[in-house]
């Protein structure tokens, strides 16, 4: 089992809590912010690929490429207020 540097859930399960959490904003997006629709697929589009087959235990490389993930998604989704 895999877990991230910084939390106590294995890097898969939290992957997952990411893909929902972007879900949700894929489909609370504005259907005329199309760059933003567009990241967000792109994003669960790369997920899926990386979670092809068996998560536990993840390869080394998957796990790699799993935190490089979260942590470009980070951000993503993430409503920022007007100025």
Not at 8 to 29: G, H, I, M, S, W
Not at 54 to 82: C, F, H, I, Q
Request: glycine share 6%; proline share 6%; aromatic share 2%.
């Amino acid at each position: 089992m895999t877990s991230h540097p910084t939390g106590n859930e294995p890097l898969a399960t939290r992957a997952r809590q990411r893909k929902a959490e972007l879900e949700v904003a894929l489909a609370d997006a504005a259907s005329g912010n199309k760059p933003e629709r567009d990241d967000i697929e792109r994003a669960l589009l790369g997920l899926a690929l990386l979670l092809t087959g068996a998560s536990d235990p993840l390869a080394e490389a998957t796990a790699v490429e799993l935190k490089l993930w979260l942590e470009r998604t980070r951000d993503l989704g993430v409503a920022t207020p007007m100025i």
